[in-house]
């Protein structure tokens, strides 16, 4: 292992440029619609906010659906002079059809944000009632009338990604990223062409759950019954803890050999890749600290090839959804 200061990464073709790891607040809000463990103490989270900026990992991701997640950035940025990018997302619910209610929904984020613009702006799910071409389109008016710096998607295959990219680039705006499940135990997006699309476009991937819901965490043992899962397991599939072994056997292995946790070399194996950018769940300073250390890691290509081997069998899609979600 070689530790450095923290690297910096563009967003796709924008000017946001981000420390390599981003700050994930879906569970600083509380009421998330995803099954997931106990939130935060809201005590906490100022102090994990703090840790993560004062270290330069000052990408924000958020969603209108997260919660209060919202106004908590609201409150903590306020009055604070430290540069961050807050990115928010629209959830295209099946009561909205018209297009008022994304521009209602952009309004309300702003206000709860407490900003005058969004610095990325994104898409929450390809299942919109409104159609593609008019709630993009509507997207890039938001941009040129200064409520959003850039547009991004998430959970997008490859094809509605290079259409999205074609629909905003006639109106002027690129399409600067989308964001999917990405890990050691979900490769799906280097063989089902999102990963390619991204690359094609100079756009960035950002990758969530990039420790597959605390499975590479070490929060679950072999035999370990209940383990929760929710809406994002469902849909996207989500290994047992007997299934992944081999890749944590590695991921502990590895982390003994350069002082790191398991959860550490997760990350930094996400952060091999300059198209790769990996947003991780921070409910604490201790957390925070912790992906601090992680941004900071290089691991050798000895490390890099052993994590690439034993995770093979999650290199693939599942026919279920590779049509659906990216």
Same mark, same amino acid.
């Given at each position: 292992m070689?530790n450095?200061p923290?690297q910096?990464r563009?967003?796709?073709?924008?000017?946001l440029?981000?420390?390599v790891v981003g700050?994930?607040?879906w569970q600083?809000?509380g009421g998330?619609?995803w099954a997931s463990p106990?939130g *935060?103490?809201?005590t906490d989270?100022p102090?994990?906010?703090?840790?993560? &900026?004062d270290h330069?990992?000052?990408f &924000?991701d958020t969603?209108?659906?997260?919660g209060?997640? $919202?106004?908590?950035i609201g409150?903590?940025r306020? /009055?604070d002079?430290?540069p961050?990018?807050?990115?928010?997302?629209?959830?295209?619910?099946p009561?909205?059809w018209?297009l008022q209610a994304?521009d209602?929904a952009i309004d309300?984020?702003?206000?709860?944000?407490g900003v005058d613009?969004?610095?990325l702006?994104?898409?929450h799910w390809?299942f919109?009632?409104?159609?593609h071409r008019?709630?993009l389109?509507r997207?890039a008016?938001?941009?040129h009338?200064g409520?959003i710096?850039?547009?991004g998607?998430?959970?997008?295959?490859a094809?509605?990604?290079?259409?999205?990219y074609a629909?905003?680039?006639?109106?002027?705006?690129?399409l600067?990223s989308n964001?999917?499940?990405?890990?050691l135990?979900?490769?799906? *997006?280097?063989v @089902?062409?999102v990963?390619?699309?991204?690359?094609? &476009? $100079?756009?960035? &991937?950002?990758?969530?759950?990039?420790?597959?819901q605390?499975l590479?965490?070490?929060?679950f043992?072999?035999?370990?019954?209940?383990?929760?899962? /929710?809406?994002?397991?469902a849909?996207?599939?989500?290994?047992?803890?007997?299934r992944a072994s081999v890749?944590n056997?590695?991921l502990?292995?590895?982390?003994?050999?350069?002082?790191?946790?398991q959860?550490?070399?997760?990350i930094a194996?996400?952060c091999?890749?300059p198209?790769?950018f *990996?947003?991780?769940?921070?409910?604490?300073a201790?957390h925070a600290?912790? @992906?601090?250390?992680?941004?900071?890691i290089?691991?050798?290509?000895?490390?890099?090839?052993?994590?690439d081997?034993?995770s093979?069998?999650?290199r693939r899609?599942?026919?279920a959804?590779?049509?659906?979600?990216g």
């Amino acid at each position: 292992m070689h530790n450095s200061p923290v690297q910096r990464r563009k967003i796709g073709s924008s000017d946001l440029e981000v420390g390599v790891v981003g700050v994930g607040t879906w569970q600083w809000g509380g009421g998330a619609i995803w099954a997931s463990p106990k939130g *935060p103490d809201q005590t906490d989270i100022p102090s994990a906010y703090d840790v993560a &900026l004062d270290h330069g990992l000052d990408f &924000l991701d958020t969603a209108e659906i997260y919660g209060a997640a $919202e106004s908590v950035i609201g409150g903590l940025r306020s /009055g604070d002079p430290r540069p961050a990018v807050i990115a928010s997302k629209y959830f295209p619910s099946p009561k909205r059809w018209r297009l008022q209610a994304l521009d209602r929904a952009i309004d309300r984020s702003l206000e709860r944000l407490g900003v005058d613009c969004i610095d990325l702006y994104q898409v929450h799910w390809p299942f919109s009632m409104i159609p593609h071409r008019r709630l993009l389109r509507r997207l890039a008016a938001a941009v040129h009338d200064g409520r959003i710096r850039y547009v991004g998607v998430s959970n997008f295959t490859a094809v509605q990604t290079r259409r999205a990219y074609a629909i905003l680039a006639d109106a002027g705006v690129p399409l600067v990223s989308n964001q999917v499940s990405y890990s050691l135990l979900r490769r799906a *997006p280097e063989v @089902n062409g999102v990963l390619d699309a991204c690359r094609e &476009l $100079e756009m960035t &991937l950002i990758g969530y759950s990039p420790l597959a819901q605390g499975l590479l965490a070490g929060k679950f043992r072999l035999g370990v019954q209940g383990v929760r899962t /929710g809406v994002m397991s469902a849909l996207l599939g989500r290994p047992t803890p007997d299934r992944a072994s081999v890749v944590n056997q590695s991921l502990l292995r590895i982390g003994a050999e350069i002082g790191a946790s398991q959860a550490q070399v997760a990350i930094a194996w996400m952060c091999r890749d300059p198209a790769v950018f *990996p947003i991780v769940g921070v409910r604490n300073a201790a957390h925070a600290k912790s @992906n601090v250390d992680a941004a900071a890691i290089q691991l050798d290509s000895d490390q890099l090839h052993e994590l690439d081997a034993v995770s093979v069998p999650f290199r693939r899609a599942r026919r279920a959804t590779r049509r659906l979600v990216g």
